[in-house]
């Protein structure tokens, strides 16, 4: 079973690194870092970083793209270090088949955490259950129309089509789904097109014993973002703003 909510647009108060350890201990943190106010700290960030991440920054041909993730893994390594009391540079994360990153299972401090950015904006969701998290920058001018029937059922695709404003629909839509899977942690190994992305209650194509909540929110103009989490995880979600310096 999966629930699909649109929240009322979230307030997004400050907090320091040292605060989001304690905040953790009373529900599931969503953190907002913004790219343009942070990216005079892209050379130090870089190099802060473990060899293997700064390589691969290297491979960035556009320097927003090295931006989002240099700043966003130098955010997620300051947080874990704190959680784990270990150097930023010294977590150590590790990967599923499908690149999902998390801590060693044999870690005895248990944390979940996804990451996502677009645009200006990087999103970092910390949870004591498996989190998925996924944002989008909207545009306008996006062809979604040449893909939506890959990706979208028949049901959701008509919603796109009488909806208002069509595309932000379809970002809203995808995010819910790109927020399941990167919960599961399975890539495209289940089809996009099997996960409602509708509001409501919905069963899922496979079977499972979680039952799941998605929760989206819009947090910035032209900004959304949803959140998946197990149902019994939805009740307490904190938004916070977070800056490098």
């Not at 999966?2 to 605060?19: A, D, H, R, S, Y």
């Not at 190099?47 to 960035?60: G, H």
């Not at 920058?137 to 919603?159: C, I, L, P, R």
């Not at 899977?181 to 409602?196: D, R, T, V």
């Amino acid at each position: 079973m999966i629930t699909n909510q649109l929240l009322v647009p979230p307030v997004w108060p400050p907090i320091n690194l040292q605060q989001i350890r304690d905040k953790m201990a009373v529900g599931t943190l969503i953190l907002r870092l913004s790219i343009q106010d942070n990216r005079q700290y892209l050379s130090t960030a870089k190099q802060l970083l473990p060899e293997t991440e700064q390589l691969r920054a290297n491979r960035f041909i556009q320097q927003d793209d090295q931006l989002r993730f240099v700043l966003g893994r130098r955010l997620l390594r300051e947080i874990l270090g704190l959680h784990i009391q270990c150097s930023a540079v010294a977590v150590p994360l590790v990967y599923n088949a499908y690149g999902k990153p998390a801590l060693p299972t044999h870690n005895p401090v248990k944390v979940h955490f996804n990451i996502s950015h677009s645009g200006d904006y990087v999103l970092i969701a910390l949870s004591d259950t498996p989190v998925g998290i996924d944002t989008e920058h909207m545009k306008a001018g996006f062809a979604y129309q040449d893909f939506a029937s890959t990706v979208f059922s028949t049901a959701e695709t008509n919603a796109i089509k009488q909806s208002p404003i069509p595309y932000e629909t379809f970002y809203l839509f995808w995010t819910r789904k790109e927020a399941f899977l990167k919960n599961k942690g399975c890539g495209l190994a289940l089809s996009p097109q099997e996960i409602p992305a509708l509001d409501g209650q919905h069963l899922l194509p496979v079977k499972t014993p979680t039952a799941y909540a998605i929760h989206s929110f819009s947090y910035a103009r032209d900004y959304i973002g949803s959140i998946c989490l197990k149902q019994t995880a939805m009740t307490n979600i904190h938004f916070y703003t977070v800056g490098l310096g």
